[in-house]
Structure formats: structure tokens, C-alpha cells
């Protein structure tokens, strides 16, 4: 009997067991249920939730990157209109060439010294009067920036040397040597002044007197071109002047009459003289001639001209007009300018010596005077007589005038023409 409770405890301490394990996990469920439920809701939530978590974090972190990159990529669209800020006027990108040399402006400006051209202060791309005077200067190099740019240095250069504006103003010029070789008249058309230049070849009374001193002859021919660059009236420019020129009205006209004027020999004081004066010319004066008239041509310089046009540029030549006989001058112009004309050349205006404007004259005797007043010690006397002299010295040159053609006849006046189709061309540069 013994064996069978040896092999019933077993199981029944096995039911016992089972009972037991049972057992505790019913009361651990009913009479803890809280702290269970929070083992289980603290625990595994908890693991659950961290994966979750950082699954969120890093396409939270992807989807800042990418708008982190928008956002970059977002200034852009702002760049442009920073680009076109500026919004630079139409002539400087309708014109090849003046944007560059408006850059490099203010360097020439600064290593000349001098800011003046014709009139103008030299300003900024803003500053209609400084565009036209740049379009100039480009337009006299055909487009070539860095030969505009050598050029209005060396212009500047020789007006900061030269004070061409004090020439005009101020500047006293042998009447003997002088006198009636040059005029300026300056009429109406369109409402806006049309200049006249006027130089007479025929009046020179002593080739070697007048010609003698070149540097004193482009001192006497720059202020007259100044008194018609004046008249051009550029530093009250309201307009920027075509490129092609054709729509430009600070130029001028220029009438060169040769009456008189053989052409057998050249002088070389002419020759040395208009060299000269060429060379500053087609430096500091480029592209303000409309049309150039020579007037009282001989045949053999009508020919001189026909070739010409064989060698110049159309854009050079198709300013020349060389004009037997002075009177059809007038022709050549709207009758609104051909009544104001001289009658000497076709017109029914007054006669140059008698209305035309001039630079200031001198007798010599009266220029000797005054240099050697310079040298002496200013004093009281001295002061109170120099403003009686001007008036002086007006009259004995109106009376002059009638005197020029017969001295015109001399043969050492004949040459002085040969050359100056060359220095019209310079001019027309």
C-alpha cells in the first residue's frame, strides 16, 4: 500500500504546484492590478515607442534638410531683381562701347587732373551732357573704347595745358597778322542755333607774319573754335545725341573761302603752321563738324577732291563740299539761313567784317605795350590807363578790312589751301 501514495504524490503534489503557480498569478491580478498594468503599460509602451519615435526624427531631419535647401535655393528669385536694380538708360546698352568707357571715366578724370570738355563737367553716365560728349569721342574712333579713351586723355591733357576757354574769353590777338581772317555767325533753324565758322584765307596779309609762330596760330584758331563751341551750347543738353550722328545738333559749320588763294608753292611756316593745327585739332575738336564748304575753289582743288574721295571714308567725305564760285553758297541751304548769309556768298545777311563775331584784336604796338607793362612793377598810373586801350584799337581794324584784297594778290599767299583739305579731314574725325 505504501507504493501508491509514493507514486500519487507526485501528482498530487504536481496538481499542487500547477494549483500554486496558478494561484499567485490570479491575486497578483486582482489584488495588484494597478502595478501590473503599469509594469506593462510604462514598459512595453515605453520600448514600442522609442523606435517610433526616432522613425519620426530622422524624416523630420530629411524633410528639414530638403526645406533647408528650398530655403537656400529660395534667394535666388531675390538675386535677380538685385541684377536689374541699376536699370542702366537705354544708350548705355543701346550703344557698343559707352557702358565700358563710363567705367574707366573716373580713372581718366582722375589721372589728367582736368574734368572740363567744351564746356561740359565731365559727371556719370546720369549726366546727358557727359554721354554726348563720350558718344562723340567713341564716334570719332568707330566704336574702338580704348581709342576713345587715348583720345579724350590727350584732350583733356592739352585743354589743362592750353585753357582754351581763357583763349576765347580773355585771349588778345595781333590785329596786323589776324584780322579778318576769321568769323563766327551763328543763326536760328529748328530752334536751335546753327554755327558758322568762317575762315578767309585770302586776308592774310603776311604769310610769314601770320604763319611765323605756330603755336601762336593755334592759340588764335582754338579760341575761335571755342567762341563756336560755346555757341553749340552742350553743357545744356536735355537729349543724348544719336551714335550715327545723323540726329546731332552740336556740330557746326564750317566755310573756308579761298578767293585769292594760289596754290603754286607752300611756305613752310604754312606747312609747319597747319600741321600743327591739324594735330590738336583732330585730337581735341573730334565730331563736331556737320558739313565743311570750300568755297572760291580753283579747278585743280575740285580734283584735289575727287581724289580725295578715293582714299577717305564716305563718312568723312560726305561732309566736304568744294564750291566754285562763293556766291552759291547760300543754295545750299533752307531760306530760313540762306536770307542770313552774307550777300558776299549768296545770302542777304550783312557782310561778315561788318556783324560777324570775332576773338579780341589788338594792334602790335599795343600788344608790345602791354607785355612790357607785364614785366614792369603795377602801379596807379599804370591802372588807370590800360582800360582805354581796347576802344583804341577797334577802329584802326575795321578800317583794315577793305585793304585785304589787294594784299591777298602776293605770291607767298598761294599755298596755304594745298593742305587744308588734310586738316578738314583731321577736323571731321
Known sequence: MDPKPVEQTPAAELEKREEAVAAPAAPEATDKPSETSAVINTEIPAKDAAPEAEEPTKETQAEEQETAKDVAAAPEPAAKPEEQKPEQPAYLTKIPGLSQFFEHLAQILSSTGYNEMWGVTLKDSEDVPTVNVLIKFLRANEGNVQGAEDQLRKALEWRKKTDPLALAQSGRYSASKYGGLGYLTTYEQDGRPLVFTWN????VKDVGSTFADSDEFVKWRAALMELAVQDLKMKDATEVIDYDGEK??????????????????????????????????????PELLREKFFVNVPTIMGWMFSAMKLILSRNTTRKFHPITNGVNLAREFPAVIADKIPKTYGGKGPELKDEARTVQLVEDSVQKEEAKDESKPVDASGESTAPEVPPKTEE????????EAPAAEEPPKDEIAKEEPEAATEEAK
Do not use: C
Open 200 to 203: 578767309i584765307y585770302g586776308a
Open 248 to 285: 546731332d545738333p552740336y556740330q557746326m559749320i564750317q566755310v573756308h573761302d579761298y578767293l585769292n588763294v594760289k596754290f603754286f608753292r607752300m611756305d613752310p611756316s604754312v606747312r609747319a603752321a597747319t600741321k600743327k593745327t591739324i594735330d590738336v585739332f583732330s585730337t581735341a575738336y
Open 396 to 403: 584802326p581794324i575795321k578800317e583794315e578790312a577793305p585793304k
